[in-house]
């Protein structure tokens, strides 16, 4: 035997036994990395939340031209020349963005005054009835009670109008973000195929092809997704309406208008615009007619819910209610209204996003931006658009 080497029986027992078991390896190698992940994400945010005046007329801007983009794929099936699909889809925007901003001040502006002096005389009333029976208060408990209702409101008001990405109320930047998001929309719609070719150009070449196919589906979920919520829209504003017609509710112009705005914020804003409309009855009509005007109310929402939506919603956009709840909650936390605006396109187009990356149809596909030449701003002229199946582009 050689001097330096040990006998088996020493080698043994200078082993060190292993200490740490392959669970807690495991538990700690996937808590770090979502560690890692969390950190991204919240500098994301906080990067997000530090350029809101962009980010938010830009996410606008690509809702709206999602929306525009089949029309003015149709146009250009017409034989109309590009230029000129693309004036006449902006235009078509800005006629229905002056239409429904005409009928709000219109009618709001004459029938405010009223609507101020009937809440006021139905507040009179709300306190006389808490001081008799079977609540039989007195005038300084009756006080009370309603300034703790409506500060309780207004609290919870206050979790629309706050978060991360909250709408400023400067009128310059009010101002600023609806011409950067008209401006986007008008590019979006001349450009948006160079645009995007640009973008996945600074992707790896061999994920290209993946970034590419999910981009474009995500690009189908998110258009799908506006084009259904303007109808679903449509029929809420014209059902609540409608039924505020019938019951001689006054102005039913302007509650069907922001009944259709309201529509756009899934639950949240249905819970707005219907007790808006209920309010209105009980300020005029009273509480039977108020009752009534909210049942109609929980009867448009319940079609819309469960008859619109599964039959006029395509399968790449269509997410379990649970989701649109969370969606929606998470998104208003944390972004106050433009949150909840955007929580449900933006889920819509990760579920379409992930499933397409998925189902692994991207392997083996070539590179799009092969022979194109190199993805900078110069080497993409406007005048040549990429060329893409009009499916896919809508």
Same mark, same amino acid.
């Given at each position: 035997m050689?001097?330096?080497?040990?006998?088996?029986?020493?080698?043994?027992?200078?082993?060190?036994?292993?200490?740490?078991?392959?669970?807690?390896?495991?538990?700690?190698?996937?808590?770090?990395?979502l560690?890692?992940?969390?950190?991204?994400?919240?500098?994301?945010?906080?990067?997000?939340?530090? +350029?809101r @005046?962009?980010?938010?007329?830009?996410?606008?801007? @690509?809702?709206?031209?999602?929306?525009?983009?089949?029309?003015?794929?149709r146009?250009?099936s017409?034989?109309?020349?590009?230029?000129?699909?693309?004036?006449?889809? =902006?235009?078509?925007?800005?006629?229905g963005?002056?239409?429904?901003?005409?009928?709000?001040?219109t009618?709001?502006?004459? #029938?405010? !005054?009223?609507?101020?002096?009937?809440? @006021?005389?139905?507040?009179?009333h709300f306190?006389t009835?808490? &001081? &008799?029976?079977?609540?039989?208060l !007195?005038?300084?408990?009756?006080?009370? =009670?309603?300034?703790?209702? =409506?500060?309780?409101?207004?609290?919870?008001?206050?979790?629309?109008?706050?978060?991360?990405?909250?709408?400023?109320?400067?009128?310059? *930047?009010v101002?600023? #973000?609806?011409?950067? $998001?008209?401006?986007?929309?008008?590019?979006?719609?001349?450009d948006?195929?160079?645009?995007?070719?640009?973008?996945?150009?600074?992707?790896?070449?061999?994920?290209?092809? $993946?970034?590419?196919?999910?981009?474009?589906?995500?690009?189908?979920?998110?258009?799908?997704?506006?084009?259904v919520?303007?109808?679903?829209?449509?029929v809420?504003? @014209?059902?609540?309406?409608?039924? $505020?017609?019938?019951?001689?509710?006054?102005?039913a112009?302007?509650?069907?208008v922001l009944?259709?705005?309201?529509?756009?914020i899934p639950?949240?804003?249905a819970i707005?615009?219907?007790?808006?409309a209920?309010?209105?009855?009980?300020?005029? /009509?009273?509480?039977?007619?108020?009752?009534?005007?909210?049942?109609?109310?929980?009867?448009?929402?319940?079609?819309?819910g *469960?008859?619109?939506?599964?039959?006029?919603?395509?399968?790449?956009?269509?997410? *379990?209610?649970l989701?649109?709840?969370?969606?929606?909650?998470?998104?208003? +936390?944390?972004?106050g209204?433009?949150g909840?605006?955007?929580?449900?396109?933006?889920?819509?187009?990760?579920?379409?996003?992930?499933?397409?990356l998925?189902? /692994?149809?991207?392997k083996?596909?070539?590179?799009?931006?092969?022979?194109?030449g190199?993805?900078?701003?110069?080497?993409?002229?406007?005048?040549?658009? *990429?060329?893409?199946?009009?499916?896919?582009?809508?």
């Amino acid at each position: 035997m050689e001097k330096n080497q040990l006998p088996p029986a020493v080698e043994s027992h200078n082993e060190v036994p292993e200490v740490v078991p392959m669970g807690m390896k495991v538990a700690a190698a996937w808590a770090w990395r979502l560690l890692v992940i969390a950190a991204a994400l919240a500098l994301i945010l906080w990067a997000i939340v530090q +350029l809101r @005046i962009i980010v938010i007329p830009v996410i606008i801007a @690509i809702l709206l031209a999602a929306l525009l983009r089949p029309f003015q794929m149709r146009l250009i099936s017409w034989r109309f020349p590009k230029w000129a699909a693309v004036i006449i889809a =902006f235009l078509s925007l800005l006629v229905g963005l002056a239409l429904l901003i005409f009928l709000i001040i219109t009618q709001f502006r004459s #029938g405010f !005054d009223e609507l101020s002096l009937r809440s @006021i005389e139905a507040y009179g009333h709300f306190n006389t009835w808490l &001081t &008799t029976l079977p609540f039989n208060l !007195d005038h300084r408990q009756a006080e009370d =009670f309603i300034n703790t209702l =409506f500060s309780s409101v207004s609290d919870d008001r206050g979790i629309l109008v706050s978060g991360a990405l909250s709408v400023t109320t400067t009128v310059s *930047h009010v101002v600023a #973000g609806l011409l950067l $998001a008209l401006f986007s929309t008008l590019f979006f719609l001349i450009d948006g195929g160079q645009i995007w070719r640009w973008f996945v150009g600074f992707m790896p070449t061999r994920a290209r092809a $993946a970034v590419d196919g999910a981009g474009r589906a995500g690009w189908v979920s998110v258009g799908q997704y506006v084009r259904v919520q303007i109808f679903v829209a449509f029929v809420d504003a @014209i059902g609540i309406g409608l039924g $505020a017609l019938i019951l001689q509710v006054p102005l039913a112009i302007p509650i069907a208008v922001l009944v259709f705005l309201g529509s756009f914020i899934p639950f949240l804003g249905a819970i707005a615009t219907g007790i808006l409309a209920a309010f209105v009855a009980l300020v005029y /009509n009273g509480p039977v007619n108020a009752l009534i005007m909210l049942g109609i109310v929980i009867l448009v929402n319940q079609i819309e819910g *469960h008859v619109l939506q599964p039959l006029v919603m395509g399968t790449a956009v269509r997410v *379990h209610p649970l989701g649109v709840v969370l969606a929606v909650s998470g998104g208003t +936390l944390l972004a106050g209204i433009p949150g909840a605006l955007f929580a449900v396109p933006l889920v819509a187009a990760l579920n379409s996003m992930v499933k397409y990356l998925t189902s /692994n149809t991207w392997k083996g596909m070539p590179d799009p931006l092969i022979d194109k030449g190199p993805p900078t701003v110069s080497s993409l002229p406007p005048s040549q658009p *990429h060329k893409t199946p009009q499916k896919a582009e809508e």
